[in-house]
């Protein structure tokens, strides 16, 4: 989705420094607001067609960034420092798109005297957030929630990092196998072409025709095609990212359970999704439980981070007995989530310490989640080395192919 961005000079209202920049906005006069409110007398804004068009959406925090914001906040709150004092700071701590979400609930705190979940709301904070922190508002316990919201976001964080690292070997693969490809078609294939002019064209195979009419677009516009295969290494590069793994291991998981004769195969995926999404459920079940939300809303806010679309659908489920009057570990029990995480659920509610019992299985489930994400590491350079060498022998077999018909 675009954004419609708009450029603007102005000076700092509390360094006085002349600063520049863009900021997205339905209008001029709109942006100009949102840059008083970031503290910023606009000097002159004007409409920039360039950063429209390659601003598809709005940045969003890392975990890692959202962790050490929240930090500030906790660590305010367990020191008892006022919260207009953390404020002056918090935007010297980041840089780009957090160091603007910094700037604006400074703004906000000290301007308008917002109350924090508030603020979370209007800067755009995961919805996670800004509901367990207005729960903590009301119901008091606003440490706790913070600590275990730094807790939460410091476990995705670690995860997401993990999986970062694994990822690395699959997008260094996939960007060679796109160079090697048009290595081939470049220099090697336009080699034999007068062999192959020899041969009827009803003998030459259609992946040869294929290899033969690359092959004379790229030597036509060398420099463009050049230019086309960087640019196609780096879409792939920038694809391959961690919602992009995960959906692919979910729709796995997936195919799994429908077809369980395939169930050995993807039995390595099934352990990791499984203990990912787990580990993902018990620490936000114990976050928002702790935070006093009421169960349906608890459920409705995990199915937002869960990723496989079985769990979805569970949990749309496990709302709607929650709703009709039955305890979190029946209706858990009723969607068909797995025996331990309802054994666990169904201990921490009859023994009234859910929060203990959640984070219990969490703790071992991250451990799980550990190995699993080493399993899929060693599974990984497997399937690619497969895909590799499927590509690099289907090629070779469309260069040998004709000449083998001539020395026949």
Known sequence: MFKIMYKYYGTDNTTGKQVKGYIPAPNAKKAKELLSELGITASSVSFSLLKTLTSFREKELSSYELKDLMFAFYNAQKSGISMRMIVDSLPDMFSGEAKKKAERIRYYIKNEGLQLSLVFKKVGLPDFIVHSVEAAEVGGGLEEVLEKVVKVLDIMAKSEAELKKAL???????VLIVFVIFFIDWKIVPQLKDLYANIPDYLLPGGTKLLMSMSEKINKAPSVSIALAIGIAVFLWKTVTVNIFLAFVSSIHTLGEKLPSLKPLVKRFSEFIDSYETMK??????????????????????????????????????KRHIESGLPIFKSFEYAGFDKQLVGFI???E???GLSFYMRALAEYKERSF???????????????????????????????????????
């Open 168 to 174: 690395l070997y699959p997008k260094i693969v996939l």
């Open 350 to 352: 009859e023994q009234n």
């Open 370 to 408: 550990a190995e699993a994400i080493e399993k899929v590491k060693t599974i990984i350079p497997m399937l690619l080395m497969i895909l590799a060498s499927s590509i690099i022998v289907s090629i070779m077999f469309y260069i040998i192919a004709p000449l083998y018909n001539i020395t026949g």
């Open 346 to 348: 169904r201990a921490g």
């Open 281 to 318: 459920i018990c620490y936000f079940l114990d976050l928002l439980h702790s935070a006093g939300i009421k169960p349906n809303k608890v459920v409705e806010h995990i199915r937002s981070i869960v990723s496989t679309r079985s769990n979805k659908k569970k949990l749309d489920i496990a």
